[in-house]
């Protein structure tokens, strides 16, 4: 049976998404069945409505079905992508968080694969911390964290960042691409470990 993987993400402008994107197609070319979930939004309309590059990825995204507490726990590992913001995950993941409870607390959660990647607007704005706040979180779950460590040199391209790719705005480049099929394949490889 593959190993199944859900990809969530949270994009305001299409950084996470990309990454998402990517990791969601290289789980696939690595033998994983794949669920691709966003972050429901939940800025006011008006807010998103007041920012053209806003609204216009939050439309380009509304094929992607919104992420459930059910896609977490139909998962035997996750690939998170969320935005930093003021140190700590985009709080549209924190709300999707905040409706884990019931799994949480029933054991659903537990025993399964994590890795996190990040973007923020200046490459000390906090995307460790981030990181590692997600990590914490999977704590309290009982997830097992697969970081990318410093275990390929990949990472000594990418930043050096050894919790979690994680890059500024913008399309994914070329190492960043390395890096998140890296970091992609290397869950994959213990979520079926786990799993297994």
């Not at 609204?55 to 459930?68: H, K, N, V, W």
């Not at 003021?86 to 659903?108: E, H, N, Y």
């Not at 040199?153 to 960042?161: A, L, S, V």
Request: charge should be negative; hydrophobic fraction near 35%.
């Amino acid at each position: 049976m593959p190993t199944k993987i859900t990809v969530v993400f949270y994009s305001t402008y299409g950084t996470n998404h990309g990454i998402a994107l990517h990791a969601a197609e290289v789980a696939r070319e690595a033998g994983a069945e794949v669920r691709l979930r966003r972050c429901a939004e939940t800025a006011p309309r008006e807010v998103v409505d007041g920012q053209d590059a806003w609204r216009e990825q939050l439309e380009d995204m509304q094929d992607i079905p919104e992420a459930t507490p059910e896609d977490m726990e139909w998962a035997d590992g996750y690939f998170i992508s969320v935005p930093t913001r003021f140190g700590v995950p985009a709080s549209q993941f924190r709300a999707f968080v905040d409706t884990l409870g019931p799994k949480w607390q029933s054991g659903a959660l537990a025993n399964k694969a994590i890795t996190a990647t990040t973007s923020a607007q200046n490459t000390h704005g906090g995307q460790e911390t981030t990181l590692q706040s997600i990590y914490i979180t999977a704590m309290h779950w009982g997830a097992i964290i697969v970081p990318p460590g410093y275990v390929d040199d990949i990472k000594f391209e990418d930043g050096g960042n050894p919790y979690g790719y994680s890059c500024q705005p913008g399309p994914l480049d070329e190492t960043g691409k390395k890096s998140v099929a890296y970091q992609t394949k290397r869950l994959v490889d213990f979520a079926g470990k786990i799993s297994g």
